[in-house]
């Protein structure tokens, strides 16, 4: 299953289980009785809570400057003769589209690290001021450390799944 999927499952989760957010372990278990299925709803859980503070706080200034780059060239690709190469074109919006994308994906994987940091009592350092002012926030701090404790919990759910997996039927 692919990130982009993860988090759209996540974030159709957390729209219609708006209670979803943070429940304890203990209460996702019994609501599922196979811990595998708790560890599934409890990853999408983390994974919804992790993309809508990423939409709060908008998304880091390096992913919004090479999407606005990524979508330049792309205009100034495209104004190109028909005549020309359509391939050689095309080849050129893929290699941006890929650079994007990259620029993006780093870019949460530093906001997750950063959330988790703080979500665990560590000191977090931004690089940049907007990372900064997000993080130094007193309710930002709180939702990193609701998603610090979803991260113990799925660590817990896993040792049941693979514990159960372990176990051989008695014969």
Do not use: H
């Not at 219609?16 to 999408?44: H, Q």
């Not at 998304?59 to 999407?67: E, K, L, M, T």
């Not at 993080?135 to 660590?155: G, H, L, P, W, Y």
Request: hydrophobic share 40%; net charge negative; proline share 2%.
């Amino acid at each position: 299953m692919t990130r982009t999927t993860i988090a759209a499952l996540g974030l159709f989760t957390f729209l219609i289980m708006p209670s979803a957010g943070c429940d304890s372990v203990e209460n996702t278990v019994e609501e599922y009785t196979d811990p595998a299925e708790a560890l599934a709803k409890r990853k999408l859980e983390r994974e919804a809570k992790l993309s809508g503070l990423y939409a709060e706080y908008g998304g880091g200034d390096a992913a919004n400057i090479g999407a606005n780059t990524v979508d330049e060239m792309k205009d100034v690709t495209g104004t190109a003769d028909a005549t020309e190469n359509s391939a050689g074109k095309t080849l050129v919006k893929d290699i941006f589209n890929t650079m994007k994308t990259a620029v993006v994906e780093n870019d949460r994987e530093q906001f997750v690290a950063y959330c988790l940091q703080l979500g665990n009592g560590e000191r977090v350092v931004p690089v940049t001021e907007k990372a900064q002012a997000f993080f130094a926030k007193a309710e930002t701090a709180e939702a990193c450390r609701a998603v610090n404790s979803m991260a113990r919990d799925i660590q817990e759910l896993q040792a049941k799944v693979n514990a159960k997996s372990s176990e051989k039927p008695a014969q």
